[in-house]
């Protein structure tokens, strides 16, 4: 998948999150947790992802809350990671799809928005 692609993605996605924006309890931020293998691999994703949020009128740690975790390429991180986005019940998870399954297999509550690039490279 395309950088533009990818961000076309993301964006999408954000626009849809003022109804869910909405729904939030009065003080609490809607919040997404990002799960990726590494910060600095994903750094320009996560920072086209966080500009393309600006864009829409989304600022982190203002109007949204972005939680990141950070698997360094263990399996079983990414499911501790997961574990830790569905007990602060974020609103969305965004991960690549080798993730997916460690998010999946991490809670029998289903995850009502789960964002996945399949290879966002």
Sequence with gaps: ?????FVT???GAAAAWPLVARAQQA????????LGA??????PWTDAFVARLH????IEDRTIAIEYGWSEGRPERAAEIAAE?????????VTNGSSVVAVKRTTLEPISKLLAAVDPI
């Excluded at 864009?55 to 989304?58: A, I, S, Y």
């Design 1 to 5: 998948m395309q950088r533009r692609e």
């Design 9 to 11: 993605l993301l964006g």
């Design 27 to 34: 003080g609490k931020l809607p919040s997404i947790g990002f």
């Design 38 to 43: 590494d910060a600095a691999g994903w750094r």
């Design 55 to 58: 864009q829409l009128g989304w």
């Design 85 to 93: 986005f569905v007990r602060q019940k974020v609103d969305v998870i």
